[in-house]
């Protein structure tokens, strides 16, 4: 009988979570709401509830989730939007209460397992996962595995520099390109607040052809192709598979793309290597399925 495992991706308003079998397939689903209450200790019995559920049939727990993971420990040094779990080594908890093995992982690196396992890099040795929503999120695939980098860290794109002022979050590339600044700039175009505009509707402007829109998405993807272009000359991967909410527009990757293309085109000095960019194969279940990979790959 093949073994089943209880995977789960803990994000910011939802925790999602699946049993799922060795070949990523999903036998049952749900999700429950985050709560931040009661600290570590609230975070540590709201996932051993969702164990409990499926107690007997779990082989063990496969976690994605935000912030710098430890993934050798299972210890999140820092836990993103959750602060209250900094150093807390979640795996060992939620072992000691479940009694089953646990892993944790940062959730871009497990978008990327997922992609590098049977998704839009499964051929390559080498590749890039950006995922863009309210930061810029993403993983690193080198050899076919994860890039962890000296302290876990590697692949947190949103702490990339833009320009020269060091002293102010806007210059991140996790504002320049978060969902947030995309509103403001649509909204900025269109005259109106940016509680107004979200993703949906600015694409559904733009792919009816809205002139203010379409230049607001210029300067958008512009922003997106630099760093692709840097990120190209220092890790020269095969791929940039984009992901994300907005990702699934043929718009955005085409004019990403384009924008790329286009650097390569009047850059005064020939490059050795060119990015190409596509879109990340697996939707909402990224995180799940590389959740479960890390488990699967750790395990031996």
């Known amino acids: 009988m093949e073994k089943e495992y209880l995977v789960i991706d803990v994000g910011g308003t939802e925790i999602k979570y699946a049993l799922m079998t060795s070949h990523a397939e999903t036998l049952e689903k749900g999700k429950i709401k985050t709560s931040y209450e009661n600290g570590v200790d609230g975070y ?22 935000p912030g710098v993971i430890d993934s050798d420990k299972g210890i ?5 939007s959750f602060g209250f ?11 000691e ?3 089953v093995r646990v892993t944790v992982e940062n959730d871009g690196n497990c978008a990327a397992l997922a992609e590098a396992w049977n998704g839009s890099l499964k051929d390559c040795s080498d590749g890039v996962v950006i995922l863009l929503g309210t930061g810029i999120g993403g993983g ?6 994860i890039y962890k980098g000296k302290h876990f860290a590697a692949g947190e794109f949103s702490f990339v520099l833009f320009g020269n002022d060091y002293e102010s979050l806007e210059n991140i590339w996790g504002m320049r390109n978060g969902n947030k600044r995309l509103c403001q700039m649509a909204a900025r175009a269109k005259q109106v607040e940016p509680e107004e505009m979200d993703g949906i509707k600015i694409f559904e402007m733009a792919n009816a052809g809205d002139r203010l829109i379409l230049k607001a998405l210029d300067r958008f993807t512009t922003d997106i192709a630099k760093e692709i ?3 190209q000359a220092i890790l020269d991967p095969e791929l940039f598979a984009i992901g994300g909410g907005i990702s699934k527009q043929d718009l955005l990757i085409s004019m990403i793309q384009e924008k790329v293309d286009y650097i390569y085109d009047v850059f005064p000095v020939k490059v050795p290597s060119k990015a190409k960019v596509v879109r ?16 699967l790959d750790s395990e031996k």
């Open 140 to 145: 690193i695939i080198k050899d076919g595995k």
């Open 280 to 295: 990340c194969h697996y939707d909402n279940d990224a995180n799940l399925i590389g959740a479960l990979k890390h488990y």
């Open 44 to 65: 540590i019995g709201r996932l051993a509830g969702i164990y409990e559920g499926f107690q007997g049939r779990a082989e063990g727990i496969a976690i994605s989730q």
């Open 76 to 80: 999140a040094i820092t836990g993103g």
């Open 229 to 231: 272009f840097n990120l």
């Open 97 to 99: 209460k479940c009694k």
């Open 85 to 95: 779990i900094e150093q807390t080594p979640v795996a060992k908890l939620l072992t």
